[in-house]
């Protein structure tokens, strides 16, 4: 299937799934870059509070509100 015949089924809400090699598929920009980030000690405590909560990581939890705010 070529380009633009797969865009334009995906435009009209087509099932495109099987024209797609999965064994082939990569995710843009997913290399993943450390950085060092100093907070309070009561934004920490507040973060774990609420990954708690959330039952998720406090690192998972300031990668999502962050992703979320950048978009």
Known sequence: MKTAE???AFDAGED???AIDWSRARRRNDQL???NVDF???VVDALDKQAR???VTRQSLIKLWIAERLQ
């Open 16 to 18: 495109v799934t099987d």
């Open 33 to 35: 870059k450390r950085v």
């Open 53 to 55: 909560h959330l039952g």
């Open 40 to 42: 309070p000690a009561w």
């Open 6 to 8: 797969f865009d334009k």
